[in-house]
């Protein structure tokens, strides 16, 4: 199984601010990452997938980097709609897992 | 448009069963691989189980590995999670989900509750 820590768990962040968030694994997983948002009582949304190529529709205002075990999902200038949970999720290998989440809220 | 649509869940004592459906449109649902992924209240996401665009391949997290099945009918477009021996741990939301050829889910259902309680 490939553990996953997601930091921080809360991060409390203004409207334009720039925000990271980071996903270690417990070993290396090439590019397998995505990253989601949900929002309360949504299911979760793509935003990222292969570690930094945006899903469609998705504003550029959101970027992911990093291959191995350390990735970052940053927003550049945070919106409104961006107060949210942020998961980041390995696909390297089964069981899938999941980071236990960022709540992105307003400071 | 892509609509995945979750039904089947609902109030079950411990030990119970439950079959959860999942109805697919908008898409070839015999192209894409699927998995059911679950959220207990007020936690994160835990990924249940992924099935295959043929169902030949079939994997399940070690927490439901037994009690769970994962089925598909490609000719009704259509997604199942058949759970015995509920437990109160097993509480939560189930969203099924698409698989993206990048291995990702792309596309999620609205999501179907199930409470385990007595």
């Known amino acids: 199984v490939i553990w996953m820590t997601q930091s921080p768990s809360l991060l409390s962040a203004s409207t334009g601010d720039r925000v990271t968030i980071s996903c270690r694994m417990s070993?290396?997983?090439?590019?397998?990452l995505a990253w989601y948002q949900q929002k309360p009582g949504k299911a979760p949304e793509l935003l990222i997938y292969?570690?930094?190529t945006l899903q469609s529709g998705v504003p550029s205002r959101f970027s992911g980097s990093g291959s191995g075990t350390d990735f970052t999902l940053t927003i550049s200038c945070l919106q409104s709609e961006d107060f949210a949970t942020y998961y980041c999720?390995?696909?390297?290998?089964?069981?899938?897992?999941f980071g236990q989440g960022t709540k992105v809220e307003i400071k | 448009q892509v609509q995945l649509v979750e039904s089947g869940g609902g109030l079950v004592k411990p030990g119970g069963s439950l079959r959860l459906s999942c109805a697919a449109s908008g898409f070839t649902f015999s192209d894409y691989y699927m998995s059911w992924i679950r959220q207990a209240p007020g936690k994160g996401l835990e990924w249940v189980s992924y099935i295959s665009s043929s169902g030949s391949t079939i994997y399940y997290a070690d927490s439901v590995k037994g009690r769970f099945t994962i089925s598909r009918d490609n000719a009704k477009n259509s997604l199942y999670l058949q759970m015995n021996s509920l437990r109160a741990e097993d509480t939560a939301v189930y969203y099924c989900?698409?698989?993206?050829?990048?291995?990702?889910?792309?596309?999620w259902g609205q999501g179907t509750l199930v409470t385990v309680s007595s």
């Open positions: 292969a570690a930094s």
């Open positions: 999720q390995q696909y390297y290998s089964f069981p899938w897992t």
């Open positions: 989900a698409r698989e993206a050829p990048t291995g990702t889910f792309d596309y």
């Open positions: 070993q290396g997983i090439s590019s397998y």
